[in-house]
């Protein structure tokens, strides 16, 4: 199995949407069959509405044991819990409030009001990854991680041009000065979210476009994050064809 950089383009937000939540059921059952449980990273942003809701709304979303899945976040906004700006609370709504995960399978960050300091929640979300990780690794191996991307090319909270985006270390890191509000923010470090055995990033509109065509050509992570981007065994760039139009034509896949 080969872990090159694949690019599957759709025609459209709507088909992009259903055919990651297909995607991902379908490996999600592959991979219950294969080791009865499965972690999934999941962020926030409107295109982790688009694919959480998609999986809720697809008529084959119950014939996953969800009992056995458990779930993480890339990132998450330093707001008290249940604010309107919390990425845990949308995936709530879009999928996580319907389905029958346990609650204790469910890996939120914590929130103002937990945590007297950002930096006590980073610590928090750390010793959490390493309690739940195997042999040696500092985090869990999650199954699937999905991924949005700024226009900027950020990814979780990992934004250009700061010195987040380089940490080797893997950590859970505060940002302090998000570009994107709200400002203060918890995020995996990329070391963290590659030591995902499969990286789904997901691009939709013109606006991304730029972004995704400098990281396919080989710009640096630091100042286009999602160049970072890397899964032990697959990394899937899912686009919309407005996100596809720098793409270079041989990265293009030639199905979906
Ligand atoms: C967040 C995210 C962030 C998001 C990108 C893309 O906290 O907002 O986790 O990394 O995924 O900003 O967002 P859009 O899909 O809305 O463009």
Redesign the pocket.
């Known amino acids: 199995m080969t872990n090159e950089r694949r690019v599957l383009v759709h025609p459209d937000k709507q088909s992009l949407g259903a055919s990651v939540a297909a995607r991902f059921i379908t490996k999600i059952i592959d991979v219950l069959e294969e080791q009865n449980y499965a972690s999934i990273v999941v ?6 509405t688009l694919v959480l809701a998609a999986i809720n709304a697809s008529a084959a979303r119950d014939s996953v044991d969800w009992s056995k899945v458990s779930f993480w976040w ?2 998450e ?1 330093w707001v008290e819990a249940n604010d309107a700006d919390r ?1 845990d609370r949308q995936a709530g709504i879009d999928l996580l409030d319907h389905i029958g995960v346990l609650p204790e399978n469910i890996h939120r960050f914590g929130a103002v009001g937990d945590y007297a300091t950002v930096e006590e929640a980073a610590a928090a979300y750390s010793a959490e990854l390493l309690e739940n990780a195997q042999g040696d690794d500092d985090a869990p191996r999650f199954d699937i991680t999905l ?4 226009p900027d090319g ?4 990992l934004f250009p041009d700061k010195p987040q985006v380089l940490t080797a270390a893997p950590t859970v890191l505060t940002v302090s000065d998000s570009p ?1 509000p709200p400002p203060v ?1 918890l995020t995996l470090s990329l070391p963290v979210i590659n030591n995902s055995q499969r990286v789904w990033t997901i691009l939709a509109g013109a606006e991304k476009a730029s972004s995704l065509g400098l990281a396919l050509a080989g710009a640096g992570a630091d100042q286009v994050p999602v160049a970072g981007v890397k899964g032990r065994k697959r990394t899937v760039f899912f686009v919309d064809s407005d996100a596809a139009a720098e793409v270079p034509e041989n990265l293009i896949a030639s199905t979906y």
């Open positions: 962020s926030g942003g409107s295109v982790s890339a990132d906004r990425n991924l949005g991307v700024g950020h990814i979780a909270s994107k923010r």
